[in-house]
């Protein structure tokens, strides 16, 4: 097959939730050169400054890609370009995510490699790029989502950290699922990391189009299972900007609500936070309790992870399936969340992970994984053979390249 791939962020290195899936994605679709990857993707310039780094990234993609292509973001030249785009979505029927996207320059590149290829089949790593759809014309697209982007909105709408930031995620909301709505009665596939996204789309939205569940996957040669147990401290990852919505708000309901009944009971355990760009208030956080440590980002986390007691995951807003739990499985460290956290991951409460939704229960895990490591044993080994059944990514690649092959073969006969 030749695929052309259009994705909304540089995937490599493959070191944040979205980058590992869609990175692992176009490992799998590659498969050693079975088949060919076209590969067309915007640059994050907070995650990628420099020229220097982005030729590094590009070079790390080439053994997957036939061709990678690389844009800057439109809405991302100037401030003054950023705010004209954003105030446009105020009275624009699609979604800002949308229109953020559409680039002209993209446009044109998409067009010559159509003309210089056979394309087989077309992957948008989100649903939003189906405003691409006319340039690609009759051939097989699959609209790939993460979680139910309109969902998230609403969710967001409600935990935001200030009105205007909640009024716009209320807009957000309503146009991203009209939009939701039309692209996946329309798309010829949709990809979905869980079966709770698939029924979602098909029940409330109404989606009619073919569908598959493409779970978020591991390499467990990466992430082999540690044998480190009875460590004197507890792991938060996730970026703590206030832009990062759901993990910024995971980690203060932690701090507020579950922190003080952990401390009470075990004074002596440690909580580590890893993640990008922490906001100054959870900076603040190591200098107004003794046992916190704010370690901002790490570039690669098997060490912290591969020695915690526990990963938590103390969500409240979400959709999707979490990376980091199915690595921290991988290592054989126990994962603490929520039901949201955990969700579209196939997990059994008290066998291979915990789960609590309220301050008292999470607090309780907390503590008694803590003060047992025989438990800790059990629980990682759980979810060790848990990940290596389900979860490797060689599994969910055969998968993957088997739906999509059905796709362009029922093309072929038509």
Known sequence: MNILFLADIVPFPPNTGIKIRTFNVIEQLHNRGE??????????????PTADEL??????????????????????????????????????????????YWSTECVAAIRECLARNRIDLVHFDKTEFYAYKEIVGDIPIVCTNHNV?????????????????????????????RYERLALKSTTAFVTCTDVDRRYFAEKLGATSRSEVIDNGVDTRKYPRSNAYGSDYVLIIGAQSKEAT?????????????????VAAKPEIKLKIVGRDPDQSIIELQEQHRNIEVLGFVSDERELLGAAAALLVPLRVGGGSR?????????????ISTSIGAEGIDCTNGLDSLCANDP???????????????????????????????????????????????????????
């Open 149 to 177: 982007e309109s969902l998230l909105m609403k969710q967001r709408a409600k935990y935001e950290i200030n009105l205007a930031r909640r009024l716009f995620a209320f807009l957000q909301y309503r146009r991203t699922e």
């Open 360 to 414: 008292q229960s999470f607090a309780q895990h907390v503590v008694h994984v803590f003060s047992d490591p025989e438990r800790q044993r059990s629980i990682g080994s759980a979810a060790r053979r848990l990940v290596e059944n389900r979860y490797d990514w060689a599994i969910i690649g055969r998968r993957m390249r088997a739906f999509y092959q059905e796709l362009v073969n029922e093309r072929s006969t038509t």
């Open 323 to 335: 990376l980091k739990i199915l690595t921290a499985m991988s290592m054989g460290r126990v994962v």
């Open 246 to 262: 759901a993990n910024f708000d995971a980690t203060w309901y932690f701090i507020r609500e579950i922190w003080p009944l952990i």
């Open 35 to 48: 088949n060919r990857v076209y590969l067309f993707c915007f640059n994050h310039k907070i995650l990628i």
């Open 55 to 100: 030729k590094r990234c590009e070079d790390g993609l080439k053994p997957f890609c036939e061709e990678v292509n690389i844009f800057e973001i439109p809405s991302d030249a100037n401030r003054m370009t950023y705010y004209a785009r954003l105030a446009a979505s105020l009275v624009q029927s699609a979604p800002y995510r949308v229109s953020r």
